[in-house]
Nanobody, 124 residues
C-alpha cells in the first residue's frame, strides 16, 4: 500500500484547507485510513480516521466540528477538510492506513503504512 499526502500550505486563521491522501494498492475493503499531525517539538497526534468499508469516522476532540474526513471511491483518495483553522493546527500532516479490524484507529502504532507528510501553516 502506497500513500501520497498533498494539499498542505499556508492558510490564515479562520480559513480552510483541504488535504488529500491518494492511495494505491489494496486499500479498499476493510482498510482504515487515518490522519495524524506532528508539530515541532511535539509527538505525533491523532486527527481523524475513516473506515473504508462503512465510512465510519472518528475525530480527536481538538478538531471535532472543524475538520471533516471523507473519501472518493473512484479516486481512491481520502480527504481532510480543515475549516476554522487556528495557529494550533500548524503541523506536518500525515496519512496512514491499516488493514486491522480490531484497532481503535487513534494510535500511530496501529498503522503499518504511512505517506510522506504535508506541511500546514496557519498564520494568526
Amino acid at each position: 500500500v502506497q500513500l501520497q499526502a498533498s494539499g498542505g500550505g499556508l492558510v490564515q486563521a479562520g480559513g480552510s484547507l483541504r488535504l488529500s491522501c491518494t492511495t494505491s494498492g489494496r486499500t479498499r475493503i476493510n482498510y482504515v485510513v487515518g490522519w495524524f499531525r506532528q508539530a515541532p517539538g511535539k509527538e505525533r497526534e491523532f486527527v481523524a480516521a475513516l473506515g473504508w468499508a462503512d465510512d465510519t469516522t472518528i475525530y480527536s476532540d481538538s478538531v471535532k466540528g472543524r475538520f471533516t474526513i471523507f473519501k472518493d471511491n473512484e479516486k481512491d483518495t481520502v480527504y481532510l477538510q480543515m475549516s476554522s483553522a487556528t495557529p494550533e493546527d500548524t503541523a506536518v500532516y500525515y496519512c496512514a492506513a491499516s488493514q486491522s479490524t480490531t484497532m481503535s484507529g487513534m494510535y500511530p502504532h496501529e498503522y503499518p503504512f504511512w505517506g510522506q507528510g504535508t506541511l500546514v501553516t496557519v498564520s494568526s
